[in-house]
């Protein structure tokens, strides 16, 4: 497998920022998650229990994002560092076709399908 060119890892920087902004406007639309109940539902509109189950699912989906963006970061980092690209678990190239379709890879798929394996 070829070493990332630099036209593919612009490309693939790129990816990461944008994804890296789009995910800040998800996470700033979402908004602090800690209002009280009372406060995010119109008095008499639903109940307590349904008020209550949707900011659960509002602060899951907080969490998953911020996960997400934290991951988009470290890859970004790991660019900045010229590390980007290579699997942290064996030293070898991730391969551009993985990193198009997932762009904070951290594995190439050799290692990640051990990890699964392991798993299971």
Partial sequence: MDELTPVQLQELSDNLKQQQRDIERQI????????TVEGAVPSGKIDPTTAMQEKQMTIAQKQRLELRLANISAALARSDANEYGFCVECGDLIGYERLKIKPDSLFCVSCREKQEKDIQ
């Fill in 28 to 35: 700033d639309s979402l908004g602090k998650g800690d209002e």
